[in-house]
């Protein structure tokens, strides 16, 4: 990193004719007007020139640096996905997506066909030169260049160093008649030479066209881009529909028990549900046409009649143009529909909840008093262990950008975590933090939970968007899919949490959309179902007194199932609850928590996990801390917090305890997995 982060001298001669580009990529300063030519001057008037524009340039340039917050945005884009340092000779995908031209020779390797890291896009690699011919980010080059971060060229050693300058001397350069080519370094009349306003740089007449031919093959890679971000917004768009659907319905069933009561109320509500998907329906609508016009003229910009004599500027406007709209649109389609809402049946009330965490009340460790060698030997030296120990992350891996379900493999260790974004799972050696493999296959969506079935040897993997449970073998093969949308039994809606009965061979899924918990068999059959129960209504007749039957649910988006020897722990996330049932008889044993940011309640829990003695831990997501209880329900102990530092959190989405009571915690938004 060091090597190649210098800093950008103040003034050279590809900047003479152009002195704005301090503010150019925060997009405050239009692009520069090139001086006018023709002009000339003395050695003293060009001297005394220099050394005032040298002057006004360092003085702006102090004047200018970046703020903390642009300069974090700057350093983000220039990041490489696969090294995450900076990308050194960037290299663009045909999907857009760019990398240092060292890590995709590594990544690739011998493989003639392989896919993108970050979208999955199958590539051909075409000829040995392929990786080298493809064809730079101008944009990445330009922000390496303003911001001081030079991509340089290995020296040739048959090139004769400079012969430097004495003090007093004014570089050749200087005096060169015309100005000289960025690409080729030829000197050119000044007539010969195009100035590139997205890049500002300077090309000479055959430099131009290979320059407009990069820019019109990167439009290429945004229109695919652009698509893959309307493929994604229409599976976000059906699964906020769906939520919609089932909130009204569940608004229908209770109004119907307190129809005298409170018929004022559910109007309001209905009223309110109403409005909120019209205002996502709306604010959908907007994004896709959005989407749609950004395509178009992506379309257009592709299109290059033969024969036809195209302005080079108006091009380079375009693009830019083009470029920065597609960043927009791409991070509106990832904000879309973060606002949570979910129907409390218990008090009659719409919630709505932005996902925004908050910092809630936590506990330090306290002193630990005796010394247990063996936390597991008694249930008081667990309580012990758990209170005096100091949650800090012992290492935290940084390679993911939206990490969600973890796992351990029972047969060689390795660790298993969900990539929403990267439709995959990868497979981690714990000791070096390297991914070995990956797990995927061309159905796969956002898999959001894992669970494997030693006696199987089998991997389960929750499609929240595909509506279903992807089975993989112990050796990363594909088997099949279980299940597709639907709420009959054997059917899922957004399904989540997931966890296995090695003993029985059973799964548990969290059907988080149908308000249940689906329990099958490892090749799709139904076995039983828990949350659902048969209730008689009166139809309205009164004169006959008949009923009717109809089917009920205790849960509210269950997102997470654990598994204990006798014992079926079930996050109920929209009641803020945890559900503790007999996995016998399926018989409620005991529930705990309420909505709030005290101790013991809850603010959008979405993940759970089970110690060896049956402890209970809640990612209480919206609170960002991670909350300890006994199997009886009582707090044990509280940690976490609000922030970026070792020890806090932004949304925990994966959570997971090894036998050694060592905990392993995914944070979607802060992009990382914590190993406590």
């Known amino acids: 990193m060091a090597d190649k982060v210098k800093k950008k001298p103040f003034f050279t001669l590809k900047r003479w004719n152009s002195q704005k580009q301090s503010d150019y990529v925060l997009g405050t300063i239009s692009p520069i007007t090139p001086s006018p030519r023709g002009q000339s001057q003395d050695n003293t008037e060009l001297c005394r020139s220099h050394n005032s524009l040298a002057t006004r340039t360092m003085n702006s340039v102090s004047d200018s640096k970046p703020r903390k917050l642009s300069a974090g945005g700057i350093k983000e884009l220039v990041q490489c996905p696969l090294c995450l340092d900076v990308l050194h000779n960037p290299k663009m995908l045909p999907c857009q997506h760019t990398f240092c031209m060292t890590c995709l020779n590594s990544y690739i390797g011998d493989k003639p066909i392989f896919e993108c890291p970050i979208c999955k896009t199958k590539i051909q690699v075409q000829g040995?030169?392929?990786?080298?011919?493809?064809?730079?980010?101008l944009y990445i080059?330009?922000?390496?260049?303003?911001?001081?971060?030079?991509?340089?060229?290995?020296?040739?050693?048959?090139?004769?160093?400079?012969?430097?300058?004495?003090?007093?001397?004014?570089?050749?350069?200087?005096?060169?008649?015309?100005?000289?080519?960025?690409?080729?370094?030829?000197?050119?009349?000044?007539?010969?030479?195009?100035?590139?306003?997205h890049c500002r740089l300077k090309f000479c007449g055959v430099c131009w066209s290979q320059h407009l031919d990069d820019m019109r093959t990167q439009i290429g890679s945004i229109l695919k881009q652009l698509d893959s971000a309307t493929n994604r917004l229409n599976h976000k768009i059906e699964h906020f529909k769906d939520r919609c659907e089932r909130i009204t319905e569940q608004i229908n069933k209770t109004a119907e028990d307190k129809i005298n009561a409170i018929i004022d109320s559910k109007n309001n509500m209905l009223i309110e549900a109403v409005s909120l998907q019209k205002s996502g329906d709306m604010s959908a609508l907007a994004l896709k046409t959005s989407l749609e016009e950004a395509k178009t003229v992506a379309s257009k910009a592709m299109t290059v009649s033969d024969g036809v004599n195209i302005d080079g500027e108006q091009q380079v406007t375009t693009f830019m143009n083009l470029h920065q709209n597609a960043i927009q649109l791409l991070t509106d389609v990832i904000k879309w529909d973060t606002e949570g809402f979910v129907f409390d049946k218990e008090n009659f009330t719409l919630e709505v909840d932005s996902t925004t965490p908050v910092d809630a009340e936590s506990e330090d460790p306290v002193s630990e008093g005796s010394k247990h060698n063996d936390p597991l030997e008694s249930e008081e030296s667990l309580v012990t262990y758990y209170r005096s120990r100091n949650?800090?992350?012992?290492?935290?891996?940084r390679k993911t950008s939206r990490p969600s379900g973890v796992g351990l493999s029972p047969w060689d260790s390795h660790l298993y975590v969900c990539g929403m974004d990267s439709h995959s799972v990868m497979v981690v050696e714990r000791?070096?933090?390297?991914?070995?493999?990956?797990?995927?296959?061309?159905e796969m969506l956002c898999p959001v939970q894992?669970?494997?079935?030693?006696?199987?040897?089998?991997?389960?993997?929750?499609?929240?968007?595909?509506?279903?449970?992807?089975?993989?073998?112990?050796?990363?093969?594909?088997?099949?899919?279980i299940g597709h949308k639907g709420s009959r039994v054997g059917m899922f809606r957004s399904p989540e949490g997931i966890a296995t009965d090695n003993a029985n061979n059973l799964i548990y899924v969290a059907d988080t959309g149908n308000d249940r918990v689906q329990i099958i068999q490892p090749d799709g059959k139904f076995v039983d179902q828990i949350g659902v129960y048969n209730k008689l209504k009166p139809t309205g007749n009164t004169t006959l007194w008949e009923t009717k039957e109809v089917i009920c649910t205790e849960l509210n988006t269950p997102t997470a199932v654990a598994l204990?020897?006798?014992?079926?722990?079930?996050?109920?996330?929209?009641?803020?609850?945890?559900?503790?049932?007999?996995?016998?008889?399926?018989?409620?044993?005991?529930?705990f928590g309420s909505t709030g940011q005290r101790k013991g309640q809850f603010r959008q829990p979405e993940v759970l996990a089970v110690d060896p003695?049956?402890?209970?831990?809640?990612?209480?997501?919206?609170?960002?801390?991670?909350?300890?209880?006994?199997?009886?329900?009582?707090?044990?102990?509280?940690?976490?917090?609000?922030?970026?530092?070792?020890?806090?959190?932004?949304?925990?989405?994966?959570?997971?305890?090894?036998?050694?009571?060592?905990?392993?915690?995914?944070?979607?938004?802060?992009?990382?997995?914590?190993?406590?």
């Open 431 to 442: 000791a070096q933090a390297k991914i070995v493999t990956r797990l995927t296959c061309d």
């Open 128 to 137: 040995p030169n392929f990786i080298r011919d493809l064809p730079s980010n």
């Open 391 to 397: 949650f800090i992350p012992h290492y935290v891996w």
């Open 564 to 591: 204990t020897a006798d014992r079926i722990i079930i996050l109920d996330s929209g009641n803020r609850r945890v559900k503790v049932y007999n996995k016998n008889d399926k018989g409620k044993i005991l529930e």
């Open 613 to 676: 003695m049956g402890y209970i831990l809640v990612g209480d997501s919206g609170n960002c801390r991670v909350q300890v209880f006994k199997p009886t329900g009582q707090l044990v102990r509280v940690f976490g917090g609000f922030g970026t530092q070792p020890g806090k959190f932004g949304w925990i989405s994966g959570i997971h305890v090894t036998k050694h009571l060592d905990i392993i915690i995914c944070d979607t938004k802060n992009h990382t997995v914590n190993f406590l």
């Open 450 to 481: 894992i669970a494997f079935m030693k006696s199987q040897g089998e991997i389960y993997v929750t499609d929240k968007w595909k509506h279903c449970i992807h089975v993989f073998s112990k050796d990363g093969l594909y088997l099949r899919s």
């Open 141 to 197: 080059d330009s922000l390496l260049n303003i911001v001081g971060i030079h991509n340089k060229p290995q020296k040739n050693p048959e090139t004769p160093p400079a012969t430097p300058t004495t003090p007093g001397t004014q570089s050749v350069d200087l005096f060169a008649v015309g100005l000289r080519c960025s690409n080729c370094k030829s000197h050119c009349d000044n007539t010969n030479i195009t100035s590139c306003e």
